[in-house]
């Protein structure tokens, strides 16, 4: 029988070539160092999904989820 072609995709942080593999705990980056500078551009809304704001934000609401 054939092995399966193990599949490679790039990290979203630095582009490296990663195997998409169950032991690479940290896919689809390469480390966690990329995974968590990744967590921290969404955290600092440097990363964004287009779209209007389920809840839009008053700036001059001192508890906007309130």
Not at 5 to 16: A, E, G, L, R, S
Not at 18 to 47: M, Q, Y
């Amino acid at each position: 029988m054939t092995e399966p072609k193990t599949k490679i995709v790039n990290c979203p942080t630095c582009n490296t070539e990663v195997a998409w593999l169950e032991k690479n705990t940290h896919r689809p980056f390469c480390s966690e160092r990329c995974k968590l500078i990744d967590f921290g551009d969404w955290a600092n809304e440097r990363n964004t999904i287009v779209g209007d704001p389920l809840y839009p934000v008053d700036d001059d609401d001192p508890d906007p989820l309130q």
